[in-house]
């Protein structure tokens, strides 16, 4: 990728016609025909296709790094492994299909079990393959042990035999085609070895079969109430009797079922807690504080109070209440970026836009309407319609865009005049994790405490903590553990929590209405008879709910990721399990419960099952490939960046896939008493399942962040309701068998002369009924919930031996099951939730952190066995809470904050005559800015720079003017600024303190159209030029790290995993040395009462930093081709890729080239007072 696909993304057309079929491959036949030329460029010569589905195959598909035998994951444009022939890194290999992924994680350990391991993608993806598995096998075993069930049903005993057309010479076949035509789609003998009780009401006739008096297992009978009061009504008997082997193996596979729920709850809970006890993160060591004061800004402020209470303080995040500017100013991004795509810079191009009003827009200045009316003249029709979203065009959007800006600059205006936006949460980071729980123990407070200013009770603090002011400027504190920084969502900040919930309801209603409606549908096709309709349009419901639900869910503005899928999950099971199976059931036992044993009955329902099988996955395949936009659409494609846009993957939820693959175990177990082969479908169900979400993972999907096990154990609480359900109906369908209205326990006889002066000569034909007597029979009521009869109730006098004992037995089980799941599942959730609220959050009983001493082992470092953990340890993958969200339309994950000067590049030039000339000319050739430049009179030079892409570009274009000398990629190694030292205020954080690695292969849009390498800088929304007239650390939360790990550490730590992979996770390292050269030694800080240093900072010796802020300069990157005008300057825009993607997460490794690395100094000297700058210069 890196030596291909760069160059020519960058390079001009020229370039792009040079691309070759022997390198892309060939051009579809299809966009041949479209005007394609067979190397790959479109007929307006704007984008190559070929390059587009080159980059879609190696940058958007998942790839990995061979190490040893096993697959290291790697991110989006990150570079593979060396090629040993060609010394070249490669992009990487692809994931195998069917090597990928196993039951229990094993191949990692071993090659037998695979190659790769689904764990690569996160724990609840490896977790949800691993579920699907283990519970497919599962139901393929309950299916073989009820498969004496189904060979009951198909007896003579229970069905006469007339399931089976080899004994009746009737073939009844299952018609599975969704409009019931005869002869299509039949599945021969398809209710063979299901509940299906002949009748004479089961409507076969219909379909050619003829059955007579006699042919069925219903009969008629005299009605002895009726007969009584000289009423000729009759009564239907189904002779098809209830079996103490349907309740004896129901409920043996429930057991088994539910001993599999408690087994897997057990297994995935130490997995998971294993995984989080072996990986040290920022949550370990974080507190998060929920109610600060207005005013409560200053970093150093929260750093001193916690710091002399529990300990060193490795960083503090202020974050502020700015959701609503960051969503704004990302939309904004994105709209630049879609204009850049849709050609407003192509004069040829019917949305073409002029110049001056681009510029306006980019600047945020307001838009001259008259500049538009140049180049787009609009009819009144036609303004009429765009202010409904139809007929929209790039002067609309322009439209759109500017008042967006007036937004953003009043937001911002507002913000400024208030004196900065107020703060809304804040994160500190100790240094040790026992700190952070001595903190959660002494300032956490309950909810309402919190509310009322009242501070904890003593009781739930230790002696030697109830001394400590556990108040801050008179306010207590609302402090909980803080959530990963990865899983917060920092355009949601300033909404709050009240709005949030008021919110989430009325979402939640809207969807209810919206499957009442499908529901509604459902019911009146199952009525009209078209049961094969019926089940398809409950699959392609099931299909599109989750369009519906996603798109709900979007309004609500929670503030986790974790708190978004819960509810995205709780809508879609709510609304898949009603629409599958609750609303059929609750209609049919109102309307019409003695047809559950009939034809059309069991049809509709093996319907759903087979439709669950083939039509939902097959929609989520299909709609996955993206065809259309994969082999029509890009020959339409205006620029390279909308070409490439189309060969992006799908978006996903995991959430979503979690809610389907309980869909199915719902319809399996709701139906499993009636339809005895469920077991099998729901089997194959979730093998398509698999197969197709595997191939879907690892070809088409995006890429997704990470999610915990969190969701994985609200899905195991949805199995165990799964079975409290099944139980409960299973006990109704028992009870109600075999689905007459008639009392087979009481018989009387009467006479048949009687009989038949009452019934006439019919009567003849009654069961059990000649000339001498007559058998009749009491009515039975058997829907019991009309009668408000749930769990617990007596024997109904109707009841059989069997069926009164399995009615016992399942109301014994179902009581247990109940007690025993909300014990388990419910019990501990609401004990702690109740804690909170009045309390504070639990304590932690768990060890905290220690260095093993077994060498094999995580977090082995020798000399240091038993000593705690420090979260400014090398080994320790440690991101800061720094502000960034994902926005729709942009490909990477945007920041939110300033980002600090990591690096500097040094060379020697000819003495310029003209400095300021020389500064100008050099920010137009390294693509940077001037203020990032300072050159002195000997010629000297000095470019500062945000990240280790951004360092490497400026650093091979000094490399290539050949006129340079000594150029030289060096740290900003300089400490962080003292607390009410100049800048300060300023944010400040290392590179690795990122959640993700910027590539300079990747390119992005900015927003004059250029493709160019998409630094952090480039993906920053503080950058933005129409903030350029206001202080922008007032309007962006600020992250503070004050203690950072020794790079050199650093890099021994990844070189030490790095072997360790390379012997298959469990081999030696003796290959790696004990340590680095000569690290940086660091005070043991094992007590909490420790002497600190002056100025409020820790008493332990700081390693060399990566990178200080920088008081004399403060600027972005200027765009190039054309440059920017001076306002604009500093704005990196634009971003190019996947529309509404999740951000790609890359695998943390060390920053630079640690062989260059220079000695820090231990202090930095503050800056003079007249060096300070002017607001409006600020960056």
């Known amino acids: 990728l890196a030596a291909k696909a760069s160059p020519v993304a960058v390079g001009t057309m020229a370039e792009r016609e040079s691309i070759t079929a022997v390198d892309f491959g060939s051009v579809p036949w299809i966009m041949r025909k479209l005007g394609v030329t067979d190397s790959g460029m479109t007929k307006t010569d704007t984008a190559n296709i070929l390059e587009a589905r080159d980059f879609g195959s190696k940058v958007c598909i998942p790839r990995a790094e061979r190490v040893g035998n096993n697959l290291r994951r790697l991110e989006p444009g990150e570079d593979g492994t060396i090629n040993e022939i060609t010394k070249q890194k490669v992009v990487g290999e692809l994931y195998p299909i069917w090597g990928t992924g196993d039951v229990l994680g094993l191949s990692q350990f071993d090659p037998l079990f695979g190659n790769a391991w689904l764990g690569e993608f996160g724990l609840g993806v490896s977790l949800y393959f691993s579920t699907l598995q283990l519970v497919g096998m599962l139901l393929f075993l309950l299916g073989l042990i009820n498969l004496n069930v189904a060979s009951y049903f198909n007896s003579d005993e229970y069905s006469g035999g007339y399931q089976d057309p080899n004994q009746n010479g009737y073939d009844v076949p299952l018609n599975a085609f969704p409009l019931s035509v005869p002869g299509l789609w039949e599945i021969s003998g398809g209710y063979r070895g299901t509940a299906w009780c002949p009748t004479k009401e089961d409507g076969l006739g219909s379909a050619g079969y003829k059955y007579g008096q006699g042919d069925t297992r219903e009969e008629t009978v005299a009605w002895k109430a009726g007969f009584d009061a000289g009423s000729k009504e009759t009564l239907s008997y189904r002779d098809c009797p209830f079996n103490q082997k349907q309740a004896n193996t129901d409920l043996f596979t429930t057991i088994i079922f539910f001993l599999f729920i408690m087994a897997l709850e057990k297994v995935q809970g130490e997995v998971a807690e294993a995984i989080d006890e072996a990986m040290q993160t920022a949550q370990d060591y974080t507190i998060e504080v929920e109610d600060p004061g207005e005013n409560d800004k200053d970093p150093w402020e929260w750093k001193n109070f916690f710091e002399e209470k529990f300990g ?304 939902s996955p097959m929609i989520r395949f299909f709609t996955g490939l993206k065809l259309p936009q994969r082999f029509i659409l890009p020959a339409f494609a205006k620029t390279q960046e909308s070409a490439n846009m189309l060969y992006t993957g799908s978006p996903w939820q995991l959430a979503e896939r979690f809610s389907d693959m309980t869909k199915t175990l719902f319809i399996c177990f709701f139906y499993s008493s009636l339809v005895p ?170 060890d905290v952190a220690r260095r093993p001493a077994d060498p094999e082992k995580e977090y082995f470092m020798k000399g240091e066995e038993g000593q705690s953990i420090k979260s400014t340890a090398s080994d320790v993958d440690w991101n800061a809470y720094i502000p960034e969200i994902n926005v729709p339309g942009l490909q990477f994950t945007q920041l939110a904050t300033r980002l600090p000067e990591w690096h500097k590049i040094t060379f020697t030039m000819q003495p310029p005559q003209d400095i300021e000339a020389a500064r100008e000319m050099l920010g137009k050739e390294l693509y940077l800015a001037t203020k990032k430049i300072t050159i002195s009179e000997d010629g000297d030079v000095v470019a500062e720079t945000c990240g280790t892409a951004e360092a490497q570009i400026v650093e091979a274009k ?222």
């Open 958 to 1179: 000094a490399l290539a003017n050949g006129t340079y000398t000594n150029v030289k990629l060096e740290f900003n190694d300089v400490l962080p600024k003292k607390e009410k030292a100049k800048d300060s205020e300023k944010a400040w954080f290392t590179e690795n303190n990122l959640s993700w690695t910027a590539n300079k292969h990747l390119k992005c849009l900015n927003a004059y159209g250029d493709a160019v390498p998409a630094t952090y800088r480039q993906n920053s929304l503080y950058y933005d030029p129409i903030l350029s007239e206001f202080t922008k650390h007032m309007l962006f939360s600020r992250c503070m790290v004050f203690i950072a790990p020794d790079r050199q550490e650093v890099e021994h730590m990844h070189e030490v995993r790095k072997s360790e992979m390379m012997n298959g996770f469990m081999g030696t390292t003796s290959d790696i040395p004990d340590g680095p050269p000569a690290p940086v030694e660091e005070a043991q800080v094992d007590d909490v009462n420790l002497q600190f240093a002056e100025e409020g900072t820790s008493s332990v010796e700081m390693s060399p930093p990566f990178a200080p802020p920088s008081p004399a300069f403060d600027g972005g990157i200027p765009d190039v081709m054309p440059p920017p005008p001076p306002a604009a300057a500093s704005f990196d825009g634009g971003d190019g890729g996947i529309p509404d993607a999740p951000p790609p997460a890359p695998v943390r490794r060390p920053s630079g080239n640690y062989a260059e690395e220079e000695e820090a100094p231990v202090e930095e000297e503050e800056a003079p007072a007249e060096e300070e700058e002017a607001p409006a210069e600020e960056e």
């Open 312 to 615: 060193p303080v490795t960083a503090v995040t202020v974050g502020v209440k700015n959701g609503r500017l960051i969503k704004i100013l990302g939309e904004r991004k994105a709209m630049l970026r879609s204009l850049n795509m849709i050609g407003w810079t192509n004069d040829k191009d019917d949305d073409f836009i002029a110049e001056e009003a681009r510029t306006q827009l980019i600047n945020g200045d307001k838009l001259d309407e008259g500049l538009l009316q140049q180049t787009h003249e609009v009819p009144g029709w036609k303004q009429t319609l765009q202010g409904f979203g139809l007929l929209q065009d790039s002067a609309c959007a322009c439209r759109k865009l500017d008042k967006l800006n007036q937004e953003i600059k009043e937001n911002c205006r507002k913000k400024v005049e208030a004196g900065g936006a107020e703060p809304a949460r804040v994160y500190v980071t100790f240094e040790l994790e026992q700190s952070q729980r001595d903190c959660l123990e002494v300032m956490s407070v309950g909810s309402i405490l919190a509310l009322l200013d009242i501070k904890k009770p003593d009781m739930f603090v230790k002696d030697a903590h109830k001394d400590i002011e556990k108040e801050f400027k008179g306010n207590v504190l609302m402090v909980t553990q803080a959530p990963e920084p990865e899983d917060l969502l920092w355009e949601n900040m300033d909404v709050e929590p009240i709005m949030v919930f008021a919110l989430s309801m009325l979402y939640t209603t809207i969807g209810a209405c919206i499957v009442m409606v499908l529901g509604g549908i459902v019911i009146g096709l199952t009525f009209a008879g078209q049961t094969a309709l019926a089940g398809y349009t409950i699959a392609f419901s099931n299909s599109a709910l989750p369009t519906i639900m996603k798109t709900l869910n979007s309004f609500e503005p929670h503030p986790t990721v974790t708190q978004q899928q819960g509810s995205l999950l709780f809508k879609l099971v709510l609304a898949r399990w009603t629409i599958s199976a609750i609303v059929v059931y609750a209609v049919t036992c109102i309307r019409e419960f003695d047809s559950w044993a009939t034809q059309p009955k069991i049809a509709g329902i093996m319907n759903i099952m087979i439709a669950d099988i083939f039509v």
């Open 677 to 846: 082969y469920a077991y099998f479908f729901a089997c194959g169900a979730l093998f398509m399942n698999y197969w197709c979400d595997k191939y879907m993972l690892l070809r088409r999907w995006q890429y997704a962040p990470k999610i915990d096990a969190d969701i994985v154990k609200t899905t195991r609480m949805h199995m165990a309701l799964i079975l409290i359900v099944h139980n409960i109906i299973t006990l109704h369908f028992f009870a109600g068998w075999p689905f007459d209205e008639v009392n087979h326990e009481n018989k009387y006889d009467i006479d048949g002369a009687e009989a038949v002066d009452n019934y006439g000569a019919t009567a003849r034909n009654f069961t059990d009924c000649d000339l001498d007597s007559c058998t009749a029979y009491n009515a039975a009521e058997k829907e019991l919930w009309g009668r408000g009869l749930f769990i617990v109730f007596s024997s109904r006098g109707y009841f059989n031996k069997d069926q009164e004992t399995a009615v016992f037995m399942y109301q014994t089980m179902t009581i247990i099951m109940v007690v025993i799941i909300c014990v388990i599942y419910f019990g501990r959730s609401n004990f702690n939730e109740v804690f909170k609220l009045f309390v504070g959050v639990p304590q932690d009983t768990t």
